[in-house]
């Protein structure tokens, strides 16, 4: 009988520099956004706010990430049949809105990234930018 598990989880170093890449990608692109690092447990480890950013964007940028580390897919990937169910069904926990990814290092999930203050696409730009930018692992993923 296995008595316990071990669970990769990403380090508050790299959860900030996550952040970091987020508001710098942001900046480039105009946009005053919010970017939340949670890890599998969906435990928030990092979080970052532009001076301006959009007061719901907080909200939304843990939705997006929550949902990317517990489905282990970008937000924006939950099928439009079961959106509308799964946002309810978790009480707004979950978010099918596009610019949240998992975060994954050699195919290992560390972690899920949302970010929002921008438009959707815009939103899953800066994150992909971010992951790409800390070498993450980014194969199959799409703005």
């Known amino acids: 009988m296995t008595t316990h598990l071990s669970t990769p989880v990403i380090t508050y170093e ?10 710098d990608a942001a900046a480039t692109a105009g946009v005053r956004a919010v970017a939340t690092v949670v890890d ?15 007061p719901h964007s907080l909200e ?3 939705r997006k990430a929550i949902t990317a580390a517990s489905t282990r897919k970008p937000s924006g ?16 926990l979950l978010s099918s809105i596009h610019g ?6 050699d195919g290992v999930l560390v972690g899920g990234l949302g970010v929002a203050g ?4 815009q939103d899953a730009e800066i994150a992909l930018a971010a992951l790409t930018a800390l070498g ?7 703005a």
């Open 14 to 23: 790299t959860a900030a520099r996550a952040v970091a890449c987020v508001m």
């Open 40 to 54: 599998p447990s969906i435990t928030i480890v990092a979080l970052g706010k532009a001076d301006g950013a959009p």
């Open 60 to 62: 939304t940028s843990r």
């Open 77 to 92: 990937a939950m099928p439009p049949a079961l959106a509308v169910a799964m946002e309810h069904g978790t009480g707004g």
């Open 100 to 105: 949240g990814f998992p975060i994954v290092f």
């Open 118 to 121: 921008g438009t959707p696409p």
């Open 136 to 142: 993450a692992d980014t194969e199959g993923f799409q």
